[in-house]
T-cell receptor
Framework: KNEVEQSPQNLTAQEGEFITINCSYS?????LHWLQQHPGGGIVSLFMLSSGKKKHGRLIATINIQEKHSSLHITASHPRDSAVYICAVRLTNTDKLIFGTGTRLQVFP | DAGITQSPRHKVTETGTPVTLRCHQT?????MYWYRQDPGHGLRLIHY???????DKGEVSDGYSVSRSKTEDFLLTLESATSSQTSVYFCAISQGRQDPYEQYFGPGTRLTVT
């Protein structure tokens, strides 16, 4: 069993829909990261959080430490949001990240 | 964007040949990482460095070696490339145990071993 599980693996949506991507983990962590990888391959960090909730524009990330679960929400989705979204956790007392396999999102006009 | 470049960006090589990938940063970040990305797997750590001449193994280090003689450069070497090392390789940098702690990724190198 992977230490970081994402769901769903693939997601399609119509423009304007509310999107939720989930991440569950089974290890002790000090922080959780959400990353975005566009079709060209570049990887960009969206959020790093260790508790509660963060918001950047139409993106919202939440984490529940007790339940070992995080969600990434996209409000009013747009075709330019089409990408692979990757969850990664930083293990307690290390500098190493463990990555989920990603969720491929396609938003159609 | 963090100043991270990788070279080459694409490479095709034959089984058994040595290959060196270079990661160069202009951010003076202490930590540097090499990952590989394969279908069905998350990014997996090959090796990382926490300073000049200080390196350590990641979870998939077999068949790879690294060197860091300068803060700005982190080299990944495949001594004798195998087809199983066909992958996309990403370099990343970070400050380490400081706030904000984030990893910034290079553009990736697509390596094909025939």
């Amino acid at each position: 069993k992977n230490e970081v599980e994402q769901s769903p693996q693939n997601l399609t949506a119509q423009e304007g829909e509310f999107i939720t991507i989930n991440c569950s983990y089974s290890v002790g962590i000090s922080a959780l990261h959400w990353l975005q990888q566009h079709p060209g391959g570049g990887i960009v960090s969206l959020f790093m959080l260790s508790s509660g909730k963060k918001k950047h524009g139409r993106l919202i990330a939440t984490i529940n430490i007790q339940e070992k679960h995080s969600s990434l929400h996209i409000t009013a989705s747009h075709p330019r949001d089409s990408a692979v979204y990757i969850c990664a956790v930083r293990l307690t007392n290390t500098d190493k990240l463990i990555f989920g396999t990603g969720t491929r999102l396609q938003v159609f006009p | 964007d963090a100043g991270i470049t990788q070279s080459p960006r694409h490479k095709v090589t034959e089984t058994g040949t040595p290959v060196t990938l270079r990661c160069h940063q202009t951010e003076n970040h202490r930590y540097m990482y090499w990952y590989r990305q394969d279908p069905g797997h998350g990014l997996r750590l090959i090796h990382y460095s926490y300073g000049v001449k200080d390196t350590d193994k990641g979870e998939v280090s077999d068949g790879y070696s690294v060197s860091r003689s300068k803060t700005e450069d982190f080299l990944l070497t495949l001594e004798s490339a195998t087809s199983s090392q066909t992958s996309v390789y990403f370099c990343a940098i970070s400050q380490g145990r400081q706030d904000p702690y984030e990893q910034y990724f290079g553009p990736g190198t697509r390596l094909t071993v025939t």
